[in-house]
């Protein structure tokens, strides 16, 4: 498998005869000029950054590439990026600049023109799915100067300028000439790194020079390599620079191999989705979980202190809420839920299941190790009568159970991710009711969901957000497990790496051969 890997990822398609002599001098001038990154997971949307998903795990294959409205940090602070300046002209209406600089690869510029464009394109029948518009609502935009766009919101939108982390600057021209299925393959955008090819296995790019925020590499791969054990043999053999999703037991691997096993805290919660939504009609309409005493007793039955002390290595911590500390919102007083399965078995029987019963989780395990995490979760639900059979999907088939609502199951693993946008409320744009996707709506959390949303006194926002985390926790709105962290497989031959909370410094790294 190694082998073939380096194949793949060091030479491509060899066209021809080539001599010993000409592969090592191919194999040389890689490594010293290519950026080489190993990714768990495909962008399913390839390019296109306006389909139907968006942000995690593409952002991956998107940031070195593309030019996001505004960057967010490390802090959750709100950074110009594509856009330079915004305004709050009154509590619907924004003003927001780009910059001037902003070159594709077509040599086009970007303006206010293309930004509006592109907003026409997510206003029409074929863009309005697109999942970047899934929490947006505009009643109007419209171009003020060359470079300056007004937005209206249907109502005040507390969040509007960090939901713009999520929105990408791309040549609307080129979009419209290509057409989505060809513009997915070779897109035209603005970043660092210009895409010269895209394909199942990897995605290939070379420095832009008029880009505003030049890369130092001058070449970068990334590579689809959905196996964990393969993501750490590449990264131990100095066949790859950046391998992502490494579990916690390959961190010694990594280090023996003499690269940087880099653990940072993450911009996610490990849970299950408990389903309230009947979507495969086996429960006459009821199903379990949309009854609060048997997600209480889901949440009870699991033992969390010793999956994150044996199992993740003492890496992080369990969690007692849909946020992690670096998310705004974060509520401190919120405890993990205890240790107890007589309490589980308790609710159980009071929701009339004293026997138990039997459900089916569907699932992907795209994450190293998430396997390992399923069973154990499986096992202590067992102990209280929740019996549960774990279903393995890859992970583009359970992205189109979700989008086709065509789940056959009751429940499923889902990372409440953040990024980029850092605020707790936008897991409200799946989890939650009136979505056309979701899976799990509480009603009595609604109005408190909305007042939020349209609260733009930051520090009464984030009363709110703490006191919707306090609701989510009373009603065990989803199976909780432990606050996100990444584990990720760094060469020593590389330099400048950063990462903002899944935000990739592409641009920023250099490699030393």
């Given at each position: 498998?190694?082998?073939?890997?380096?194949?793949?990822?060091?030479?491509?398609?060899?066209?021809?005869?080539?001599?010993?002599?000409?592969?090592?001098?191919?194999?040389?001038?890689?490594?010293?000029?290519?950026?080489?990154?190993?990714?768990?997971?495909?962008?399913t949307?390839?390019?296109?950054?306006?389909?139907?998903?968006?942000?995690?795990?593409?952002?991956?294959?998107?940031?070195?590439?593309?030019?996001?409205?505004?960057?967010?940090?490390?802090?959750?602070?709100?950074?110009?990026?594509?856009?330079?300046?915004?305004?709050?002209?009154?509590?619907?209406?924004?003003?927001?600049?780009?910059?001037?600089?902003?070159?594709?690869?077509?040599?086009?510029?970007?303006?206010?023109?293309?930004?509006?464009?592109?907003?026409?394109?997510?206003?029409?029948?074929?863009?309005?799915?697109?999942?970047?518009?899934?929490?947006m609502?505009?009643?109007?935009?419209?171009?003020?100067?060359?470079?300056?766009?007004?937005?209206?919101?249907?109502?005040?939108?507390?969040?509007?300028?960090?939901?713009?982390?999520?929105?990408?600057?791309?040549?609307?021209?080129?979009?419209?000439?290509?057409?989505?299925?060809?513009?997915?393959?070779?897109?035209?955008?603005?970043?660092?790194?210009?895409?010269?090819?895209?394909?199942?296995?990897?995605?290939?790019?070379?420095?832009?020079?008029?880009?505003?925020?030049?890369?130092?590499a001058?070449?970068?791969?990334?590579?689809?390599?959905?196996?964990?054990?393969?993501?750490?043999?590449?990264?131990?053999?100095?066949?790859?620079?950046?391998?992502?999703?490494?579990?916690?037991?390959?961190?010694?691997?990594?280090?023996?191999?003499?690269?940087?096993?880099?653990?940072?805290?993450?911009?996610?919660?490990?849970?299950?989705?408990?389903?309230?939504?009947d979507?495969a009609?086996?429960?006459?309409?009821?199903?379990?979980?949309a009854?609060?005493?048997?997600?209480?007793?889901?949440?009870?039955?699991?033992?969390?202190?010793?999956?994150?002390?044996?199992?993740?290595?003492?890496?992080?911590?369990?969690?007692?809420?849909?946020?992690?500390?670096?998310?705004?919102?974060?509520?401190?007083?919120?405890?993990?839920?205890?240790?107890?399965?007589?309490?589980?078995?308790?609710?159980?029987?009071?929701?009339?299941?004293?026997?138990?019963?039997d459900?089916?989780?569907?699932?992907?395990?795209?994450?190293?190790?998430?396997?390992?995490?399923?069973?154990?979760?499986?096992?202590?639900?067992?102990?209280?009568?929740i019996?549960?059979?774990?279903?393995?999907?890859?992970?583009?088939?359970?992205?189109?159970?979700?989008?086709?609502?065509?789940?056959?199951?009751?429940?499923?693993?889902?990372?409440?991710?953040?990024?980029?946008?850092?605020?707790?409320?936008?897991?409200?744009?799946?989890?939650?009711?009136?979505?056309?996707?979701?899976?799990?709506?509480?009603?009595?959390?609604?109005?408190?969901?909305?007042?939020?949303?349209?609260?733009?006194?930051?520090r009464?926002r984030?009363?709110?957000?703490?006191?919707?985390?306090?609701?989510?926790?009373d009603?065990?709105?989803?199976?909780?497990?432990?606050?996100?962290?990444?584990?990720?497989?760094?060469?020593?031959?590389?330099?400048?790496?950063?990462?903002?909370?899944?935000?990739?410094?592409?641009?920023?790294?250099?490699?030393?051969?």
């Amino acid at each position: 498998m190694l082998k073939r890997f380096s194949y793949l990822l060091m030479l491509g398609s060899v066209v021809g005869t080539l001599t010993a002599a000409d592969i090592q001098r191919v194999r040389a001038q890689d490594a010293k000029e290519t950026l080489r990154v190993a990714m768990y997971q495909q962008a399913t949307p390839r390019g296109n950054v306006y389909g139907l998903n968006f942000v995690w795990p593409h952002m991956y294959w998107w940031e070195g590439s593309y030019d996001s409205f505004v960057r967010i940090d490390d802090k959750a602070q709100v950074l110009p990026f594509a856009a330079e300046k915004w305004e709050l002209i009154n509590q619907t209406t924004h003003r927001v600049t780009f910059r001037k600089d902003l070159t594709f690869w077509s040599d086009r510029k970007n303006d206010a023109a293309n930004i509006v464009k592109a907003f026409d394109y997510l206003h029409s029948e074929a863009g309005k799915t697109a999942g970047i518009m899934r929490n947006m609502k505009l009643a109007s935009f419209k171009a003020v100067d060359t470079h300056t766009v007004e937005f209206v919101t249907a109502h005040p939108d507390a969040l509007f300028i960090p939901k713009l982390a999520a929105f990408y600057v791309i040549d609307m021209a080129a979009f419209a000439e290509m057409g989505v299925a060809n513009f997915s393959v070779k897109p035209v955008a603005s970043g660092p790194f210009k895409i010269t090819g895209w394909t199942d296995q990897e995605q290939t790019s070379t420095a832009f020079d008029k880009s505003w925020r030049p890369a130092k590499a001058k070449h970068m791969r990334i590579v689809n390599v959905p196996e964990g054990a393969t993501r750490l043999a590449a990264i131990a053999a100095g066949e790859v620079d950046i391998a992502f999703n490494l579990a916690p037991d390959d961190i010694p691997r990594v280090q023996a191999a003499g690269h940087i096993a880099a653990v940072e805290g993450a911009p996610f919660v490990a849970s299950i989705a408990l389903f309230t939504e009947d979507f495969a009609n086996k429960w006459g309409g009821k199903p379990p979980f949309a009854d609060r005493r048997v997600r209480l007793a889901a949440n009870y039955a699991i033992n969390r202190d010793v999956m994150v002390k044996d199992y993740l290595k003492g890496l992080t911590r369990p969690s007692g809420q849909m946020a992690s500390p670096s998310i705004l919102g974060y509520n401190p007083n919120i405890k993990p839920y205890p240790y107890d399965p007589a309490k589980a078995k308790q609710l159980l029987a009071e929701a009339g299941y004293p026997n138990g019963l039997d459900l089916l989780m569907e699932t992907s395990t795209i994450i190293s190790g998430a396997s390992d995490i399923l069973q154990i979760v499986a096992a202590d639900l067992a102990k209280v009568g929740i019996n549960v059979t774990v279903n393995v999907v890859p992970g583009p088939t359970r992205t189109k159970l979700w989008t086709e609502k065509s789940w056959k199951g009751d429940m499923s693993s889902f990372a409440m991710s953040y990024s980029p946008m850092m605020d707790v409320s936008v897991q409200f744009a799946v989890y939650g009711c009136g979505h056309f996707n979701t899976f799990t709506c509480i009603p009595a959390l609604n109005d408190l969901v909305v007042a939020q949303e349209r609260e733009m006194d930051p520090r009464k926002r984030v009363g709110l957000l703490q006191e919707l985390m306090q609701r989510t926790h009373d009603e065990g709105f989803a199976l909780l497990l432990y606050e996100g962290f990444d584990v990720t497989g760094v060469s020593k031959r590389v330099k400048g790496y950063k990462n903002w909370n899944k935000v990739i410094h592409y641009e920023n790294m250099s490699v030393d051969g």
